[in-house]
């Protein structure tokens, strides 16, 4: 199957600065990723779909000027949370679908622990 | 709009026994209907898919799952539990031709199998 990477796995920093988080797809092109956070109490929480080459779509909700969404290439997105807080601290996870398989499953990566302190 | 719903946050099997986790969902037009599984402290992995065709749809690791369109539902199953598939399980949905590609997913359930 489809390998999704994100990097890094695990990161802890101070209140107030930005943290980037990268999502690659490893072995296909995705022109749709996926942003969500996972929630202690285990559900997925959609942040924003990105799509390569335009302005990412933020669910209600989510501010676009704090989750900056970055999808450059077929095979690279970022989420930047600038100006962290620890109300941030969460499991993020990335997604991403092949170009065209409309009905095609998703392609998770590994998800990165962010802890604000 | 599109919803799915897992009315159990929890079940729990001995090992060797059937198990079964429960989906219901709802569309607007017809679904892409998905099963995810994830690990401790890992992404999402995909299990199996129903898009069209046979309502019985076999998975990995022995996973198989029934679409039932009269009961808008596509349940989990396994015939035979084991140890190892305790994790935490996501039904999704996609409507085909609305939501821009949007999968919606259920709040998940955790799988305790025990030996």
């Known amino acids: 199957g489809a390998v999704v990477s994100q990097h890094p796995s695990r990161v802890i920093c101070k209140s107030g600065t930005s943290v980037k988080i990268e999502c690659r797809s490893l072995?296909?092109?995705?022109?749709?990723m996926f942003w969500y956070r996972q929630f202690p109490k285990k559900s997925l929480m959609l942040m924003a779909t990105?799509?390569?080459?335009?302005?990412?779509?933020?669910e209600q909700g989510v501010e676009k000027d704090k989750f900056l969404i970055n999808h450059a290439s077929l095979t690279l997105s970022t989420l930047t949370v600038t100006s962290a807080h620890p109300e941030d601290s969460s499991f993020y996870i990335c997604?991403?679908?092949?170009?065209?398989?409309?009905?095609?499953?998703?392609?998770f990566g590994p998800g990165t622990r962010l802890t604000v302190l | 709009a599109q919803s799915v719903a897992q009315p159990e946050d929890q079940v729990n099997v001995a090992e060797g026994n059937p198990l079964t986790v429960k989906c219901t969902y709802s569309?607007?037009?017809?679904?892409?209907l998905f099963w995810y599984v994830q690990y401790p402290n890992r992404g999402l992995q995909f299990l199996l898919k129903?898009?069209?065709?046979?309502?019985l749809v076999k998975g990995s690791y022995g996973f198989e799952a029934e679409f039932n369109k009269s009961q808008t539902s596509f349940h989990l199953k396994k015939p035979s539990a084991l140890v190892s598939d305790s994790a935490l399980y996501f039904c999704a949905v996609r409507d085909w031709g609305t939501n821009a590609g949007k999968s919606t997913f259920g709040d998940g359930t955790t799988l305790t199998v025990k030996p």
């Open positions: 129903y898009i069209t065709g046979d309502n």
């Open positions: 072995d296909f092109q995705a022109t749709t």
């Open positions: 569309v607007s037009g017809n679904p892409y």
């Open positions: 990105s799509n390569e080459g335009s302005k990412a779509t933020y």
């Open positions: 997604s991403a679908r092949w170009a065209s398989d409309v009905g095609g499953e998703q392609f």
